[in-house]
């Protein structure tokens, strides 16, 4: 059993900046990618960026440039820190895991974080 909790989301102003976190507990071996997705109001999640065990990553043509993703392998977190934050930032972010290998030697699909608001005024 594994659960993701996001933390650091908040209310800033445009050119301000935030980390989020997210920690990843429970019966877990290992994770090879874990990624930051976002949802605004009425539009579909998208994925904002990806890191892998190794720390190869990938951004969104939106915040490259201003948002860095890494990871601490030991502590099974990932964070993403986001600079010169504008308002089109603001969206509920979400952390996931697609594969997580537990330490019973199980390889689980799919694990979502509950999300945390960000929000970026003008």
């Known amino acids: 059993q594994v659960q993701l909790v996001e933390s650091g989301g908040g209310l800033v102003q445009a050119g301000g900046s935030l980390r989020l976190s997210c920690a990843a507990s429970g019966t877990i071996f290992s994770i090879n990618a874990m990624g930051w997705y976002r949802q605004a109001p009425g539009k579909q999640r998208e994925l904002v960026a990806v890191?892998?065990?190794?720390?190869?990553?990938n951004y969104a043509d939106s915040v490259k440039g201003r948002f860095t993703i890494s990871r601490d392998n030991a502590k099974n977190t990932v964070y993403l820190q986001m600079n010169s934050l504008k308002p089109e930032d603001t969206a509920v972010y979400y952390c996931?895991?697609?594969?997580?290998?537990?330490?019973?030697?199980?390889?689980?699909?799919?694990?979502w974080g509950q999300g945390t608001q960000v929000t970026v005024s003008s």
């Open positions: 996931h895991a697609p594969v997580v290998r537990t330490s019973t030697g199980q390889y689980e699909n799919n694990y």
């Open positions: 890191i892998t065990s190794s720390g190869i990553t």
